[in-house]
C-alpha cells in the first residue's frame, strides 16, 4: 500500500518508549510511500512526537508549532501531526492553541498514523484519542508495527506498556493507561529476527519491567486454575539473553518497590546482560517517598542494592532523583544527599518538581518550594552525584574494557566514542574507521564526571549488520 508520496520528518521529545513510537511512526510512512528528509525544509509532513513528563516539553511544544505555522503556510500541501504522550493529556487542547495542527493523535494509536494523514488530506483536520490501548496485536506493541530504526546494531523492544503504579508526581499512567505485558514467545521471536537482521544490543522497554508477565500469568491461572502468579522478568531476561547473535541485553526501568532477588540472579547468571542497573531513588527522604507512593524506604532501597553489588560487583548504577517535590523540607532533602552518597551512583538524572495537571502532588500547591530553594538544592545535589561519579570512573583508569562504537565525534573527526557494558562513553583517538556496531577493547586511561577516555586495543568483532533493517510487513 503505497498512498502518499514525498517526504516526512519525525521530531521526538522525551523517554525511549517516545523514541521508539516514532521509529513505529517513521515505519508505517515509509510503508504508505513517504520518504525521510533530511530537515523540515525538504519535508511535506512533519511529525512531532510529544512528552508531557515536564513542564518545560509543554512550552517546546507549542513554541515549535508557532514556528512550523510559518513552513506550512510557506508551501501548499504540507502537513503537521503531533502524536504521543503531550496530544493524550492535552487532547482537544492541541489544536485550540494551534488550529493549524493537521493531525492530533495519542499515544494508544501509534498504528493508525497513516489513516489519519491521509483522512487529514482529504477531509481536512483530525484529532484521535483513544482512551485505552486497543487490544490486537499489532496496536497493542509498537514493536508489532513496521519499523524504521534508527542505530542497527542496538535495538528497543517493548516489552510492556502502560503502568500500574500511582506515584503522586507522575502523569505517565494518565497518558501510557494500565499495564499490559507483550508475550515472552513475541518478544523473544522479534530480538530472533533482530539478531538475524545483525542486531547484537537489545534494551528491554517498560515503564515498570518487574512486573512483566504478572497480568499474563494471572491471564493464564484465571483459564487454568493453575500456576504461580509471580511476575516473570527474570526468566524473560534469561530468554532473551539466550537468543543466538545477541551480545548485549539491556532494560529500563525498574521499580525498586518490585526489585527481586529473582532479576538481580538473572542479570547476575546471564552473561549477555550488562553491568548496569538503572534504579531511581526519587529521594532519600522515607516522608517525601511516602508522600511520593513510592512503596519503599530509603533503608530498603540501599539494601537492594547493597544485593545487587553483591551478585554482581562490577555494577554501574544510575538513578533518577526529584528536587523539590511538595513539602520537601531541607532535611528532607539532605536525606536525599545523604543516601545519594551512600548509594555512590555513577550518575544521576536530577529533575525539578514539575507540577502535572491531573497528578495528586500538582494539587498540593500549598507546599510546593520555593523555586530559589530548589536550585539550591539542584546544584548541592550535584556536587554530591559529580564527586562520585568522578571517583568511580577514576577507578576504572587502566582497566581494559569492551566498547561498541558508536561513531565518530561531530566536534573532533579524530575522536571515535564507544560504548562500555556499563553504559558509559569513551573517546579515544584514531585513524582506523571504525563502523558503528563494530566491537572492540579500550584501555581507560582518564575519567571524567560524565565520560571516559581511552585507547584502542583492538577490535574484536566487526559489525555485522545491514546497513538499515528493512521494513517488516506488518502480519
Ligand atoms: N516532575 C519532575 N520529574 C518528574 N519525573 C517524572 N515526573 C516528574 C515530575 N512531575 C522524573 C522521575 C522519573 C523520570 C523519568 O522523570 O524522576 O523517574
Ligand atoms: Fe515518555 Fe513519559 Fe514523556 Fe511519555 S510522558 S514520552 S512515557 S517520558
Redesign the pocket.
Known amino acids: 500500500m503505497t498512498n502518499e508520496s514525498g517526504k516526512y520528518v519525525v521530531r521526538t521529545f522525551g ?1 525511549q518508549m517516545n523514541e521508539h513510537d516514532s521509529e513505529r511512526i517513521a515505519g508505517l510512512l515509509e510503508t504508505d510511500g513517504l520518504e525521510r528528509a533530511e530537515n523540515e525544509s525538504d519535508a511535506d509532513v512533519v511529525v512531532l512526537n510529544t512528552c508531557c ?2 513542564e518545560n516539553a509543554d512550552n517546546k511544544l507549542y513554541g515549535t508549532l508557532g514556528h512550523l505555522k510559518t513552513w506550512k503556510d510557506a508551501k501548499d500541501g504540507r502537513r503537521i501531526v503531533v502524536a504521543g504522550c503531550l496530544s493524550q493529556k492535552d487532547r482537544g487542547g492541541v489544536r485550540d492553541r494551534a488550529p493549524w495542527v493537521d493531525v492530533v493523535m495519542g499515544t494508544h494509536n501509534v498504528h493508525r498514523a497513516t489513516e489519519l494523514l491521509a483522512q487529514a488530506r482529504s477531509n481536512g483536520p483530525v484529532t484521535e484519542i483513544l482512551d485505552e490501548a486497543v487490544i490486537d496485536d499489532h496496536a497493542l506493541f509498537p514493536s508489532a508495527l513496521p519499523v524504521r530504526r534508527e542505530t542497527s546494531w542496538n535495538a528497543w523492544v517493548t516489552i510492556q506498556i502502560g503502568c500500574d503504579n500511582t ?1 503522586a ?4 499512567p494518565a497518558v501510557r493507561g494500565k499495564e499490559v505485558s507483550r508475550p515472552t514467545a513475541d518478544i523473544v521471536a522479534e530480538v530472533g529476527s533482530l539478531a538475524a537482521n545483525g542486531v547484537t544490543e537489545v534494551t528491554l522497554l517498560g515503564q515498570n519491567v518487574n512486573s512483566y508477565g504478572r497480568d499474563l500469568a494471572v491471564a493464564e491461572r484465571r483459564e487454568t486454575g493453575e500456576g504461580s502468579v509471580a511476575p516473570r522478568f527474570a526468566e524473560l531476561l534469561r530468554a532473551v539473553g539466550s537468543v543466538p547473535g545477541i551480545r548485549r541485553v539491556r532494560y529500563t ?1 525498574p521499580h525498586p518497590k518490585d526489585m527481586r532477588t529473582d532479576v538481580l540472579a538473572a542479570m547476575a547468571e546471564t552473561e549477555v546482560v550488562c553491568e548496569h542497573l538503572h534504579y ?1 531513588l ?1 529521594s532519600g527522604s522515607d516522608r517525601v517517598l511516602a508522600l511520593m507512593h513510592r512503596g519503599y524506604t530509603a533503608e530498603r532501597y540501599l539494601e537492594r542494592l547493597a544485593e545487587a553489588r553483591r551478585l554482581m560487583p562490577d555494577l554501574a548504577v544510575t538513578t ?3 528536587v523539590g517535590f511538595p513539602g520537601e523540607t531541607d532535611d528532607d532533602f539532605v536525606r536525599t544527599l545523604e543516601v545519594a552518597a551512600e548509594a555512590d551512583f555513577d550518575s544521576t ?1 536530577t ?6 495537571e491531573g ?1 495528586e ?1 500538582a494539587t498540593m500547591v500549598d507546599r510546593f518550594v520555593d523555586p530559589a530553594v530548589v536550585a539550591d538544592r539542584f546544584e548541592r545535589l550535584r556536587t554530591v552525584v559529580e564527586r562520585s561519579a568522578l571517583l568511580r570512573h577514576q577507578a576504572r583508569v587502566g582497566r581494559i574494557e569492551e566498547i561498541v562504537v558508536e561513531g565518530v565525534s561531530k566536534r573532533d573527526p579524530g575522536v571515535t566514542t564507544g560504548r562500555t557494558r556499563q553504559n558509559k562513553l569513551v573517546h579515544f583517538r584514531t585513524d582506523r574507521v571504525l563502523r558503528p556496531g563494530t566491537y572492540a577493547t579500550a584501555e581507560i586511561t582518564r575519567g571524567a564526571p560524565h565520560y571516559l577516555e581511552g585507547r584502542l586495543v583492538e577490535v574484536i568483532a566487526d559489525a555485522t549488520h545491514k546497513v538499515r533493517i528493512p521494513v517488516a510487513s506488518i502480519g
Open positions: 523517554c513528563i515536564r506515584c508526581y507522575c502523569i505517565v526501568s531511581p526519587q533518577d532523583i526529584i538524572y529533575f525539578i518538581f514539575s507540577p502535572r497528578t502532588a
